[in-house]
C-alpha cells in the first residue's frame, strides 16, 4: 500500500474528522480570545492636552494639510500646495476619489517616498487594483524609477520640490 493511500485512508476515517473539527474549535477559541485580550487593553490617552481638543473643536480652526502642514479652506477637496487630500469626504466621492487614487500613484512613480517592504508592497497592489490589466506598465515605471532614486530620509519631505512662489 502506498504512502498516499495510507493518508487518504486516514483522513477519511471518523477519528480524522473529529480531531480536524476539534484543532479548528480551539484555534477559533484562541482567535476569539486573543482578540478580547486586545480589545481589553488600555485606550492610549491623545498626545495633547484638554487646551489643544478644545482649539482644534473650535468653528474658526484652521485646518491644515496632513503632508505640508500648510493652511487650507474647509471646503477644499485637495491641498492647493501639494495636491494632497485633505477634504473630509473626498475618498468617498466617486469623482474626486480618481485624484486621490492619482496622487498616490504619482508618489510611487516619482519615488520620493520612504522605501520599505510595506509601502513597496502597498504601491504593487494598489495598481494591480487600479490598473488591473495594464498594472504591468505602472509596475515598470514604479519599479525603474525605484531603482533610480535613493529612499527617502525621515527627515526629508516625501514631497517634490515646490514650484517658485509657493515657499
Known amino acids: 500500500m502506498s504512502i498516499l493511500a495510507l493518508i487518504n485512508q486516514r483522513a477519511t476515517s471518523p477519528e480524522w474528522t473529529i480531531g480536524f473539527l476539534g484543532v479548528i474549535a480551539l484555534a477559533g477559541y484562541g482567535i476569539w480570545g486573543f482578540v478580547r485580550w486586545l480589545l481589553s487593553g488600555p485606550v492610549s490617552p491623545d498626545p495633547w492636552d484638554e487646551q489643544v481638543t478644545a482649539e482644534v473643536a473650535k468653528e474658526e480652526a484652521t485646518p491644515l494639510c496632513h503632508r505640508c502642514l500648510l493652511p ?96
Open 72 to 167: 487650507h479652506e474647509v471646503s477644499a477637496d485637495f491641498c492647493s500646495h501639494c495636491g494632497a487630500t485633505v477634504g473630509q469626504y473626498t475618498n468617498w466621492l466617486p469623482y474626486p476619489y480618481l485624484f486621490s487614487v492619482g496622487h498616490t500613484l504619482r508618489i510611487g512613480t516619482i519615488g520620493n517616498f520612504r522605501h520599505s517592504p510595506l509601502t513597496i508592497g502597498g504601491f504593487l497592489l494598489l495598481g494591480l487594483a487600479e490598473y488591473a490589466l495594464f498594472s504591468p506598465i505602472y509596475w515598470f515605471v514604479f519599479l525603474r524609477n525605484l531603482s533610480r532614486q535613493p529612499s527617502a530620509q525621515p527627515s526629508e519631505s516625501p514631497l517634490p520640490p515646490s514650484p517658485p512662489g509657493h515657499g
